[in-house]
């Protein structure tokens, strides 16, 4: 015989999310924000704990909901949620997430504010330094020869590997 207190727990996970995130502090979370809030709500532990990032794409489609990307810190993980993609669609939308899509991708470690928030720190890198002039006449002597069409791009990757090196 059920208590009345189990009567009155939330029984989904939309119900969950709505308590957790509802009123005036989901109000001013982004869509984004309030997705990967989902995800963390809607799943257990292993997936909190190997999630390292969470965000919306748009699907290219007009009219069509965005795709939700889920970084994790497991190339081998990715691909077995990517399997089991379909529950965690399911979890997603019981929730009340509108999404077309579930894309799970492997990369980056887990940071202190990530697991903490629910979100991933997108802190930009440090600008790299700029060339000096020996190392652009390299670049400039080593892609001389290549056709037009390969000189610009070549140019750009090499300069930016000795910039990356010169750090």
Known sequence: MATREASQSPERA???????????QGARLSGAQLAA???YAANG?????HTTGVWL?????????PVMVVRLDSNLLAQELGTNKDLYF???SHAGVKISDIRFTAGGKK????HAGGLASHKKPDP??????ARQARVD????????????????AMAASMRRQSK
């Open 57 to 65: 794409r748009k699907s290219g489609r007009e009219g069509v909901d």
């Open 111 to 114: 940071t202190h504010e990530a």
């Open 45 to 49: 532990d292993r997936e909190r704990t």
């Open 90 to 92: 399911a979890r997603l």
């Open 37 to 39: 809030r989902a995800w």
């Open 128 to 133: 790299l330094p700029p060339l000096d002039e």
């Open 14 to 24: 939309g119900d969950l999310v709505r308590a957790l995130f509802g009123g005036a």
């Open 141 to 156: 002597a080593a892609t001389s020869h290549l056709p037009e069409r390969l000189q610009k791009s070549v140019a750009r």
